[in-house]
């Protein structure tokens, strides 16, 4: 499938792939793609599958000007689901967003680097 960009959505997936564990296949359609990081576990007692995070997640669309895209921050519970969750604590507050500037960076360098380049831009 080619994308409004130019691209290939299967050139582009496998790309995507290469940055690390963030992308999420199941979630992508059509020209839209959602990435996530689950950056801070809240407990570490619990059983793996039944730990909770605290993150961010991103939603990307290719408009064929650039890929637009929205940050959000929050929770990813016991159910596998996103809650848009203010991070009160400092320091992880900090470290989730370290994990979001650094995978930003590589998703950037990464869509100037295709032919033809494309840019990012963030959604109002």
């Given at each position: 499938?080619?994308l ?40 570490i ?10 993150g ?69």
């Amino acid at each position: 499938m080619m994308l409004p960009s130019g691209h290939s959505k299967s050139r582009l997936m496998k790309n995507f792939a290469a940055l690390g564990p963030y992308i999420r296949e199941a979630q992508c359609e059509n020209t839209a793609f959602f990435f996530d990081c689950l950056a801070v576990c809240v407990n570490i007692k619990p059983v793996p599958e039944n730990r909770e995070f605290w993150g961010w997640w991103l939603n990307l669309e290719d408009t064929g000007q650039a890929f637009a895209y929205d940050y959000h921050y929050g929770l990813f519970d016991k159910q596998g689901n996103w809650r848009e969750e203010k991070i009160k604590d400092k320091a992880v507050m900090e470290q989730v967003e370290n994990a979001k500037q650094a995978f930003h960076v590589r998703l950037e360098k990464l869509l100037h680097s295709l032919e033809p380049a494309t840019t990012l831009a963030a959604r109002p």
